[in-house]
C-alpha cells in the first residue's frame, strides 16, 4: 500500500499520483493521510484503484471519478463526487450540499446524513444516504436511483424527470410534479441490490417510492397554472 502525507508533500503530488495509475500499474492501493479538510483529494481518478482518506475532506472530494474505489474515513464538504462517471465512493459521515451532484454512474454511499441538493440533476448515478438529507434532494434529477434510509427534507424531487426516489423515513414536503409511486417487484429488487452494496441491514418492504408524474416536461394546456 502506497501512504501519501497530504500536510507534508501537498495536494498536487497526491492528485498526480493517484491521476496516473493505470491497468498495468501495482500501485493498487493508497492510504491519504493527514487531509485537514483539503479540497478537491482524489479528483479525476480514471484507474481500478482504492483510495482511504484517513480524514475529512473539503469540497469536490472524488469527483469525477471513473472506476476508482474512493473510502473517506470522516466527513466531506459540498460536492462529494460530483460528475462521477462510475467506481464506488464511501463515506462514513456526513456529506456536506449537493452530494453526488450530475453523476452519470457508479455509487456513491453516504453513511451519515446529507444536507440540502443531494443528487441534484443526477443523471444515472445511484446514491445511497444512511441518514438523513436535506432540502431540494434530486432537483431535476434525470435518471438513476436516491436511497434514503432516513427522512428527508423539503420539496424532494422537484422537476424531476425519471430518476426513482426511495425514501424509508418521512418526508417534509414533495416539489414540483414528485409524487409517491406504486413500490413494484422490480423496484424492490433494485433497491435490495443498493441496500446490500451500500452496507445497510433495512429491510426494502419499509421504503416508499416516490417518481415524476411527467406533467411538467409534457406541456399540457389544461396544466398551465402549475409551470
Known amino acids: ?10 495536494l498536487r503530488g497526491l492528485n498526480s499520483a493517484l491521476q496516473a495509475q493505470n491497468h498495468e500499474s501495482n500501485q493498487t492501493k493508497w492510504e491519504v493521510v493527514n ?55 464511501v463515506v462514513e459521515g456526513d456529506a456536506s ?11 456513491l454511499v453516504i453513511k451519515g446524513n446529507a444536507s440540502s441538493r443531494c443528487g441534484i440533476s443526477m443523471k444515472g448515478i445511484d446514491i445511497v444516504v444512511h441518514g438523513d438529507i436535506g432540502h431540494m434532494s434530486a432537483f431535476m434529477a434525470q435518471e438513476g436511483n436516491l436511497v ?19 425514501v424509508r423515513g418521512s418526508v417534509k414536503s414533495l416539489g414540483a410534479d414528485c409524487i409517491e409511486k406504486e413500490m413494484r417487484p422490480e423496484h424492490l429488487e433494485i433497491l435490495r441490490d443498493l441496500l446490500e452494496r451500500s452496507g445497510s441491514d433495512v429491510k426494502p418492504e419499509e421504503f416508499k417510492r416516490y417518481g415524476s408524474a411527467r406533467q411538467l416536461y409534457n406541456f399540457d394546456i389544461d396544466n398551465a397554472a402549475a409551470y
Open 97 to 107: 450540499q449537493y452530494a453526488g451532484a450530475t453523476g452519470h454512474g457508479g455509487l
Open 35 to 89: 487531509p485537514k479538510g483539503s479540497h478537491a483529494i482524489a479528483v479525476g481518478l480514471d484507474a481500478p484503484i482504492e483510495v482511504t482518506v484517513r480524514g475529512s475532506t473539503g469540497y469536490y472530494c472524488a469527483g469525477m471519478n471513473q472506476q476508482a474505489t474512493v473510502m473517506v474515513q470522516g466527513s466531506v464538504g459540498p460536492g462529494v463526487a460530483e460528475n462521477m462517471m462510475s467506481g464506488t465512493v
Open 148 to 166: 434514503v434510509c432516513g427522512n428527508a427534507g423539503d420539496a424532494l424531487g422537484d422537476s424531476l424527470y425519471e430518476a426513482r426516489l426511495f
Open 1 to 10: 500500500m502506497q501512504t501519501y502525507d497530504v500536510a507534508e508533500k501537498g
